[in-house]
């Protein structure tokens, strides 16, 4: 059974940074994807950005380019999400995800505000 648990979300003024953590446990860690999503209040979920299984490839949504970065710890079985230079438009719950083909593995979330 895997198991993600996010943490270090909270809140931050605009220009603030965090870095989120994703503790994974159980199954094969380096041969999952992982990726983080987010939620915000009254929107769908969207992919922020998605890891390969060596970390040799990233996908970033547009809105987060040059500002976020994911990297995983294949050692600690932990991926991160470092966010720089954040924007009100960034609160959302975020979550972490994983899956060796399609996102089947889910974190219970963790909220980032970012105040004006």
């Known amino acids: 059974q895997v198991q993600l648990v996010e943490s270090g979300g909270g809140m931050v003024q605009t220009g603030g940074s965090l870095r989120l953590s994703c503790a994974v446990s159980g199954g094969t860690f380096s041969s999952l994807k992982m990726g983080w999503f987010r939620q915000a209040p009254g929107k769908a979920r969207e992919i922020v950005v998605a890891?390969?299984?060596?970390?040799?490839?990233?996908n970033y949504v547009d809105s987060v380019k040059g500002r976020f970065t994911i990297s995983r710890d294949n050692a600690e079985r932990t991926v991160y999400l470092h966010m720089n230079n954040l924007k009100p438009e960034d609160t959302a719950v975020y979550y972490c995800?994983?899956?060796?083909?399609?996102?089947?593995?889910w974190g219970q979330g963790t909220q980032v505000t970012v105040s004006s």
């Open positions: 995800a994983g899956g060796y083909e399609t996102y089947t593995y």
């Open positions: 890891i390969t299984w060596s970390g040799g490839s990233t």
